[in-house]
């Protein structure tokens, strides 16, 4: 951990705050962003219409993930033990991709959809929030 800027953090209440600022505002343009692509798909791509909703309950399950995982990350980086960062690392992989598989089987019994064009609204979910959690975990354990 960087001395300095847990001083300066202490002099300053506030710049933890700013951290959990800039995360929101980084995930809010994520989710703008990945959400005109969606949107793109849902009114461009008449297959993808079918799974409007589910393109929507993806989108929000990655945030709900994200906001967890950089919660727990913050926790977890001030934590005295060396260990306690690469175990969430650890445990947020595989656990994401049980949630993914479980997600992808629960929509498929459910709504039992006509085309496999949820796969793909999903795996564009998948690969650009997991970008966003590599970003903000490596910026978390810098601190």
Known sequence: MNWDIEIFASQHP??????LNTFFKWLAAVSLGTGIVLAGFYFFIPPAQEHGKFAVATLMLFTLVCTGLFLAGKSAAKSKSKVAFINLVSASVFGKMVLALGFLYLYRQIAQPHNEWFVGIFLLCYVVYTGFEIWFMTRLART
């Open 14 to 19: 506030n710049f933890i705050f700013m951290l």
